[in-house]
T-cell receptor, first 108, second 116 residues
């Protein structure tokens, strides 16, 4: 069945780059999403990538997709305290399945 | 991007009552809608997938009679939590997709349900 996995925690120093990784199982996924969720809030779509792309850049965000390995990553450049949140990746095929979320914490 | 409106954004209800949550696609026709539930500090769990005009497909472990889903039109799906109990308190989020497989999905802002 479909499964999406992420590491649970990531701690980075302010100003450094954060890289959040995700693996998925459904090779027929067409869209892959990254969402941000701050405490007590809903989901905020950060970016997404279509499965025929291998990279997408949007300001501080870079998404890399390795379709062969079914690996997706989100790189946040110059990480700021406001980036502290939980980041979810999701794969979209017949269903949309979310990963467990990675809690990103920023240290000074 | 397209807009999905979810209403209400939060609701408090008494144990034993039923609560209806609406999910509307405002500027596109949603052939498929998904309903998710999120427990505190956990991920989003897919509850069911609904296609307009047909019965919803529920994920394993989700009670059909407890969580009634109706997708009667291409712009509206509803989730009714029947005879709600405190353990049903959660964050519910809907998602809508314009056609079936392979198109982008858009998410509502979520509904926080508290059952007292």
């Amino acid at each position: 069945g479909e499964d999406v996995e992420q590491s649970l925690f990531l701690s980075v120093r302010e100003g450094d780059s954060s890289v959040i990784n995700c693996t998925y199982t459904d090779s027929s996924s067409t869209y892959l999403y990254w969402y941000k969720q701050e405490p007590g809030a809903g989901l905020q779509l950060l970016t997404y990538i279509f499965s025929n792309m291998d990279m997408k850049q949007d300001q501080r965000l870079t998404v890399l997709l390795n379709k062969k390995d079914k690996h997706l990553s989100l790189r946040i450049a110059d990480t700021q305290t406001g980036d502290s949140a939980i980041y979810f990746c999701a794969e979209s095929a017949s269903k949309i399945i979310f990963g467990s979320g990675t809690r990103l914490s920023i240290r000074p | 991007g397209a807009v999905v409106s979810q209403h209400p954004s939060w609701v408090i209800c008494k144990s034993g009552t039923s609560v209806k949550i609406e999910c509307r696609s405002l500027d596109f026709q949603a052939t498929t809608m998904f309903w998710y539930r999120q427990f505190p500090k956990q991920s989003l769990m897919l509850m069911a997938t609904s296609n307009e005009g047909s019965k919803a497909t529920y994920e394993q472990g989700v009670e059909k009679d407890k969580f009634l889903i109706n997708h009667a039109s291409l712009t509206l799906s509803t989730l009714t939590v029947t005879s709600a109990h405190p353990e049903d308190s959660s964050f519910y989020i809907c998602s809508a997709r314009e056609t079936g497989y392979g198109t982008e999905a858009f998410f509502g802002q979520g509904t926080r349900l508290t059952v007292v």
